[in-house]
């Protein structure tokens, strides 16, 4: 299993890190949970022809 370090940016998480763990070439980003945010998450996905560990914010998704 390969866990890559990933690196938010934009939105509510910016600035911040966490593991990636299972990752692959096909992983199209993460819906995060946000303290505050109520019946929404924060939409993230890595820039498709760029660094695969800087994670961009697309905006809010609903629950």
Do not use: K
């Not at 934009?10 to 763990?21: K, M, V």
């Not at 096909?26 to 949970?33: F, L, N, S």
């Amino acid at each position: 299993m390969i866990t890559i370090r990933i690196h938010y940016v934009g939105g509510p998480l910016d600035g911040q890190t966490a593991s990636a763990q299972g990752w692959n070439e096909e992983r199209t980003g993460a819906y995060q949970i946000v303290d505050g945010w109520h019946g929404e998450r924060a939409d993230y996905e890595p820039d498709p022809e760029g660094d695969p560990t800087r994670w961009f914010y697309r905006g809010p998704v609903s629950d």
